[in-house]
């Protein structure tokens, strides 16, 4: 299957800080999720990107595509504490398989 | 919203003993899965249903685990004889369509004693 490395693993931000997170494919995917998951809680689909540059916008979430398709990144703008969980890429097609994700805590 | 339910949110059980966890998926959604989350670690993929049958399945999911869909709208996780080991949050997703956005639900804590 398609493989994808994420990094950050951990990343710790103060309160309002930049956050962003890198997903990097040796392969062209077809498309790729964006799931969160917060402490104790559950994971929740955040983004679909399927198109070649795609960028997508959710408040301060902000969502690419690379060009070749083969990587993705996910920027938060001005942290808050509600930001805090792991963040997750996707690659696959039929199931959602959970690589370590990238942590992020923020330091109010 | 639609959402996924999953009962009861917290198991404890006597090593041996025989569980079954119990999802509600969204109704008009048609794939199936369950995953599990040991304390500290990521989430792991178990199986997935369409269709009225496994579709897919992990090395995890060996000969003591078993899914059904009893009716039109409950999808089980049986675990036959729970070791401490099976300890962990049980997690049951579906998808209306393969490559669709996933929904989870709550989870079931499963505690072996």
């Known amino acids: 299957g398609q493989q994808v490395m994420q990094i950050p693993q951990y990343q710790h931000v103060q309160e309002g800080e930049d956050f962003t997170t890198y997903c990097n494919s040796s392969?062209?995917?077809?498309?790729i999720q964006w799931y969160k998951q917060r402490p104790g809680g559950h994971p929740v689909f955040l983004i679909q990107?399927?198109?070649?540059?795609e960028v997508k916008k959710q408040k301060r979430l902000t969502f690419q595509f690379g060009e070749a398709k083969k990587n993705s990144s996910l920027h938060i703008t001005a942290t808050q504490t509600t930001d805090v969980g792991t963040y997750f890429c996707?690659?696959?097609?039929?199931?959602?398989?959970f690589g370590p994700g990238t942590s992020l805590s923020v330091i109010p | 919203e639609p959402e996924v339910t999953q009962t009861p949110s917290h198991q404890v059980t006597q090593m041996g003993q025989e569980v079954i966890l119990r999802c509600v998926p969204i109704?008009?959604?048609?794939?199936f899965y369950w995953y599990r989350q040991i304390l500290g670690q990521k989430v792991e993929f178990l199986v997935s249903?369409?269709?009225?049958?496994?579709?897919?399945k992990s090395e995890i999911f060996d000969d003591q685990f078993s899914v059904e869909r009893p009716d039109g709208s409950n999808f089980t996780l049986k675990i036959r004889s729970t070791k401490l080991e099976d300890s962990a949050m049980y997690f049951c997703?579906?998808?209306?369509?393969?490559?669709?956005?996933?929904?989870f639900g709550q989870g079931t804590r499963l505690t072996v004693v």
């Open positions: 392969t062209t995917l077809s498309n």
């Open positions: 249903f369409y269709n009225n049958e496994i579709s897919e």
């Open positions: 109704s008009n959604h048609l794939y």
């Open positions: 990107l399927v198109k070649s540059g």
């Open positions: 996707d690659p696959t097609y039929d199931k959602v398989i």
């Open positions: 997703a579906s998808t209306q369509s393969t490559n669709t956005e996933a929904f």
